[in-house]
């Protein structure tokens, strides 16, 4: 059977990547889920004769368009636009927009593959997809990313819709670019509906939406801490990135118990032995979402904290690591020294942040370790409740948005110890939350016949 599971794997990436040449993140993810998923698949026959696995890495739609925009020098810039719309089979298309100078197909493309079973696993009914563009938000100017974000959306809006695909934000796009999306859809659709998620409060946000991602993480941390009855209180903690996701997770990991010493940016981090409490938070929120900042910045302001220029934090001593920055941020040899220095739970904010060397290092060494598409599924379902808010065009208080987000991260926990608990009583999050997430797409896929 270990031996039929190989051939299986190797011979369906062969083919993979001789057909998407040059997109090692989809390649990367794709090997991640095959690996869990195959034994199930050679178990079960008809899957394999359906091809459901090669029709799930074939994006149902793929649209790429040109965006032309006017910089305030008046002069032209071009950027390149995209939508993945990867599987509908258990939904409308849902997925963030990511706005970086790094996005390209191949990044798309392992977003959408891994919105899909995120997507399945928050028990919402939503497809997967994921989009945006190589635009660079930083050091804009806000009339600048304005009239990107109308450009950008002046083609998107004929291929989204509340019923069809219903995007939000991701790196790059917060809520000043939903608003700017936003207005622009409304205007061209010349209707008020839930096309994007992530709105503001007073046109049709959901309470919590900003929040829920990095909530919804701690709460998932805490029940993984959990298992081994422990909890955040008293614990260590090392958050990388300074966005959206890593703010509500330092937030709630300090609402909880623990002491976060450590955020980032692309440049480098900040250690703050005594903890990033409330008051210092307050601060980086301002500093990065209002006066849009560096993080090397906090040190001016806290002179007892440190930064350490173009480093990672993964070498500062702690028990928990929240990476929330971006994909394979956190490679072999981080993970080696994190494990040297004690951390014994690593929950993923971002997509996809550990490279194969360090989940293979944590597993290895049987500590905690939750993949992406378990722990910060949190975000997406609150999407998700801001639809159902949207479509009842009601809001929620924040306790009711909460209790829901808290329901389904405790459902996701669940469904990762049914389907991944091995025989020696280890979680493998990675098998658990993959196999739970594929066989409702699988079997959804299987009733609505070969399209
Ligand atoms: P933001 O744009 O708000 O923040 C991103 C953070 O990561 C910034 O601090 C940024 O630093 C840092 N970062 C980005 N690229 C790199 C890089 N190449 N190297 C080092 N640091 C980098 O994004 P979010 O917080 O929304 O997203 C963070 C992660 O969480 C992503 O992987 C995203 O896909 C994932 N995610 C987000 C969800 C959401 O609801 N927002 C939901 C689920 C997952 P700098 O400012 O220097 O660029």
Redesign the pocket.
């Known amino acids: 059977m270990k031996q039929n599971v190989q051939n299986f794997v190797d011979s369906f990436m062969e083919n993979l990547i001789a057909k998407n040449p040059g997109e090692k993140e989809f390649h990367q993810a794709v090997h991640e889920v095959l690996v869990a998923v195959a034994p199930y698949v050679l178990e079960h026959p008809e899957l394999v004769d359906l091809k459901i696995l090669e029709r799930m890495c074939e994006p149902e739609r793929i649209i790429i368009f040109r965006v032309p925009w006017v910089d305030d020098k008046g002069q032209v810039q071009v950027n390149r636009g995209f939508r993945v719309q990867m599987n509908s089979a258990i939904g409308p298309y849902k997925g ?1 927009l ?1 706005f ?1 100078p ?1 996005v390209n197909l191949g990044v798309l493309k392992f ?1 959408a593959f891994e919105q899909v079973l995120k997507n399945s696993l928050t028990t919402l009914p939503m497809g997967g997809g994921k989009g945006g563009s190589d635009f660079d938000p ?1 050091g804009k100017s806000d009339n600048e990313v304005m009239r990107f974000c109308q450009s950008f959306m002046t083609e998107l809006h004929r291929h989204i819709g509340p019923d069809t695909d219903v995007p ?5 796009v ?1 809520g000043r670019e939903i608003g700017y999306l936003f207005g622009q859809y409304r205007r061209l659709s010349n209707e008020f509906t839930g096309t994007l998620t992530g709105k503001a409060l007073a046109w049709g946000g959901s309470r919590l939406r900003p929040e ?2 990095g909530y919804g993480l701690c709460y998932f941390a805490q029940s993984m801490l959990g298992t081994r009855g422990k909890s955040f209180q008293g614990q260590t903690v090392v958050i ?7 703010q509500y997770a330092c937030e709630k990991a300090t609402q909880l118990g623990g002491k976060v010493v450590t955020l ?4 480098g981090y900040v250690y703050d032995p005594d903890g990033i409490d409330a008051g210092k938070l307050a601060y980086v929120m301002d500093l ?1 979402n209002v006066r849009r900042g ?2 090397k910045e906090y040190i001016t302001k806290y002179p007892s904290a440190q930064y350490f220029e173009g480093k990672k934090p993964w070498e500062v001593k702690c028990d928990i690591a929240l990476p ?4 394979n ?1 956190l490679d072999g040899e981080a993970a080696a020294l994190l494990l040297k220095n004690g951390c014994y739970c690593v929950a993923e ?3 996809m ?1 550990s490279t194969p060397e360090a989940i293979h290092a944590f597993q290895k060494a049987k500590i905690l370790y939750s993949p ?1 598409k378990a722990s ?1 599924a949190g ?2 379902a609150t999407s998700g409740l801001e639809m159902t808010q949207n479509s009842m065009r009601r809001k929620w208080h924040a306790t009711k948005v909460d209790d829901n987000l808290h329901l389904i991260m405790d459902d996701i926990h669940k469904a990762c110890l049914q389907y991944g608990t091995q025989p020696d009583g280890y979680i493998d999050y990675v098998k658990g939350a993959t196999l739970a997430g594929f066989i409702k797409v699988a079997g959804a896929m299987v009733d609505q016949g070969l399209i």
Do not use: Y
């Open positions: 963030g990511r970086h790094s977003l930083k939000a934000g991701d790196i790059g917060g829920a991602t990388s990135g300074s966005g959206n996701v890593a980032s940016d692309s440049n990065k560096r993080i929330c920055a971006t994909q941020e904010g971002a997509n942040p992406g910060n975000g997406v």
